[in-house]
């Protein structure tokens, strides 16, 4: 996978995301996929090459067809990257707080 961001980036698409959710709850070929969306057995191979070169999805043979299913390193590292980016933003509100707090205490 390029950058976490890049992988952010990648379940913009409304489609991807849809196809990322479904992939989330079991594995599915294209063809499966492409029944449950409002979109083309193409249109779903092209968002599932997209999500697979970006880390997010892998395939294996099963029988005569492919069957796509979430990569656990790509979404791994996606997580761990929501989880620091949640942990700056706790980090900066609480400095926020409590330089507010010392303005607040100066000021009396």
């Not at 079991?26 to 070169?53: I, W």
């Not at 990569?71 to 590292?77: E, F, K, L, Y």
């Not at 609480?94 to 607040?104: L, P, S």
Request: proline share 4%.
């Amino acid at each position: 996978m390029g950058t976490y961001g890049d992988a952010l980036g990648l379940l913009g698409d409304p489609t991807r995301r849809a196809i990322f959710e479904l992939l989330a709850r079991r594995a599915y070929s294209v063809g499966e996929l492409a029944q449950q969306l409002p979109v083309s057995r193409p249109a779903v191979s092209q968002h599932l090459r997209v999500l697979k070169e970006g880390g997010l999805v892998v395939d294996r043979a099963e029988g005569t067809r492919r069957v796509y299913q979430l990569n656990p390193h790509g979404v791994a590292a996606l997580r761990a990257y929501l989880d620091q980016v949640w942990g700056d933003a706790l980090t900066a509100f609480q400095k926020a707080v409590e330089a507010d707090t010392d303005f607040d205490e100066e000021q009396r």
